[in-house]
C-alpha cells in the first residue's frame, strides 16, 4: 500500500493492513498482519504498531526446515530524503537508529513491513529448544535416532598434559 504523506491528516490514521509480501531472505508463508497509527507532525511521520507473519525458517542445528510465527512491534520515523543532502556526515545516535526515508511525498507499506519482519528474525533459529542437531563424526540426524559414534570429548588443550604424563611414565 502506498500512502501519501501530504495527504496524512492531522490527527492521524489507522491502517488494519493483510498483505502478501515476498522477500529474498525468507519464506513469508502467510499474509503480514499489521495495525498502524501513522502520524504526521511536519514533514515527520511516527508509525507506531504491531505485525505478525508465519515464515518458514531452516534449524541452525539439523538444517530441516519449520514454520515459526514472527511478531513485532513497529516503532519507525519516516523524514523526508531531502533531509539526507542538507545532512553532514556524523556518527548516528541510538535513537536515530529508527529513523527511515521516503521520498517523493510517498511511503511504501510493503517495504516496511518486509524491513521489520526481516530485523526480527531470530540469530540461531531452532526447530525446538532441545534439538540435538547432527552426529559431528557421521552426520546422522540425532532427533531421528542415536548413532554409533564414540561420544569421548576432549579438550584438545589438554593433549599436551596427556603427552607429558606418558613421557614420564
Not at 548516528?92 to 511511503?107: M, N, W
Not at 603427552?163 to 614420564?168: S, V
Request: aromatic share 4%; proline share 5%.
Amino acid at each position: 500500500m502506498k500512502i501519501i504523506v501530504s495527504e496524512i491528516p492531522e490527527e492521524g490514521i489507522e491502517l488494519d493492513l493483510k498483505d502478501d509480501i515476498k522477500s529474498d531472505v525468507v519464506s513469508i508463508v502467510s499474509p503480514v498482519k499489521s495495525v498502524m497509527r501513522l502520524v504526521k507532525i511536519e514533514d515527520e511521520v511516527m508509525v507506531k504498531g504491531a505485525l505478525t507473519a508465519d515464515v518458514e525458517l531452516q534449524c541452525s542445528r539439523c538444517l530441516n526446515h519449520f514454520p515459526t510465527r514472527i511478531s513485532s512491534q513497529v516503532d519507525v520515523v519516516y523524514h523526508p530524503v531531502r533531509e539526507i543532502v542538507k545532512s553532514e556526515q556524523r556518527e548516528l545516535k541510538s535513537a536515530e537508529l529508527d529513523t527511515v526515508f521516503y521520498s517523493d511525498d510517498l511511503i511504501e507499506t510493503d517495504d516496511l513491513l518486509r524491513e521489520q519482519l526481516i530485523l526480527n528474525l531470530p540469530m540461531k533459529p531452532l526447530c525446538s529448544p532441545d534439538c540435538k542437531g547432527f552426529c559431528p563424526k557421521c552426520g546422522a540426524d540425532l532427533n531421528i535416532s542415536e548413532c554409533g559414534c564414540e561420544t569421548k570429548e576432549t579438550d584438545s588443550r589438554f593433549e599436551v598434559l596427556k603427552q607429558l604424563k606418558k613421557e614420564k611414565e
